[in-house]
């Protein structure tokens, strides 16, 4: 008799208010395991994201970091990277997103730093926002929403030298102001499934 499918894991990190996570749809059948220094997110698991040790090692097909490394300071980047690594099986994946400064600062050499780029579900986003934090959020009292540091491609390439990934693959998504990086505990067998992922991921 055959062993039941293991149902495959996500971890979330940085996972905020649930009614407010977005997720690609590859992820809809995994179970989610939300990761959050806010208590007020309700979170599965309350923690930093440099600290992940209530979760055990090599327990998670993938780690979700969407709009959360920026919060911290430059040098704890690669030790959250490093967390990431730990909890990810051998066979998973880390998707990191993280705003594309690079491209923000032709609006900041344009003298548009205050000019509302696009519309979020908590309002409008200016590039302010973008290099600081969101400037509501971080009035309202949600300190923890500034921005402690900041990437470039190869600023977050860097990060990553040294962790113990099989390959890292960037793409920009200047679209979103985005930069993302997909980091495989394994290399992919050819580019065609690294293209799959890619796709499935939405990015």
């Given at each position: 008799?055959?062993?039941?499918?293991?149902?495959?894991?996500?971890?979330?990190?940085?996972?905020?208010?649930?009614?407010?996570?977005?997720?690609?749809?590859?992820?809809?059948?995994?179970?989610?395991?939300?990761?959050?220094?806010?208590?007020?997110?309700?979170?599965?698991?309350?923690?930093?994201?440099?600290?992940?040790?209530?979760?055990?090692?090599?327990?998670?097909?993938?780690?979700?970091?969407?709009?959360?490394?920026?919060?911290?300071?430059?040098?704890?980047?690669?030790?959250?990277?490093?967390?990431?690594?730990?909890?990810?099986?051998?066979?998973?994946?880390?998707?990191?997103?993280?705003?594309?400064?690079?491209?923000?600062?032709?609006?900041?050499?344009?003298?548009?730093?205050?000019?509302?780029?696009?519309?979020?579900?908590?309002?409008?986003?200016?590039?302010?926002?973008?290099?600081?934090?969101?400037?509501?959020?971080?009035?309202?009292?949600?300190?923890?929403?500034?921005?402690?540091?900041?990437?470039?491609?190869?600023?977050?390439?860097?990060?990553?030298?040294?962790?113990?990934?099989?390959?890292?693959?960037?793409?920009?998504?200047?679209?979103?102001?985005?930069?993302?990086a997909v980091a495989r505990a394994i290399p992919a067998r050819d580019e065609a499934e690294r293209a799959?992922?890619?796709?499935?991921?939405e990015l």
């Amino acid at each position: 008799m055959s062993e039941p499918q293991r149902e495959p894991v996500l971890v979330n990190v940085g996972c905020g208010p649930r009614e407010g996570t977005s997720l690609p749809a590859y992820f809809s059948s995994w179970r989610q395991v939300r990761v959050d220094i806010d208590a007020a997110a309700k979170p599965d698991v309350l923690a930093d994201i440099t600290d992940l040790s209530p979760i055990a090692d090599g327990t998670a097909d993938a780690v979700w970091a969407a709009h959360c490394i920026e919060h911290l300071y430059e040098h704890q980047v690669p030790v959250a990277l490093a967390e990431f690594r730990r909890v990810l099986r051998d066979d998973g994946f880390v998707c990191v997103i993280v705003p594309d400064l690079q491209t923000v600062a032709q609006y900041v050499a344009d003298d548009r730093l205050h000019e509302p780029l696009y519309q979020s579900p908590a309002g409008p986003v200016t590039p302010h926002d973008i290099v600081f934090g969101f400037g509501a959020a971080i009035a309202s009292g949600q300190t923890s929403m500034a921005h402690r540091c900041g990437f470039t491609p190869g600023m977050l390439q860097r990060c990553f030298h040294g962790l113990p990934f099989g390959e890292v693959l960037l793409r920009r998504r200047s679209n979103a102001l985005e930069l993302v990086a997909v980091a495989r505990a394994i290399p992919a067998r050819d580019e065609a499934e690294r293209a799959a992922l890619m796709v499935a991921l939405e990015l």
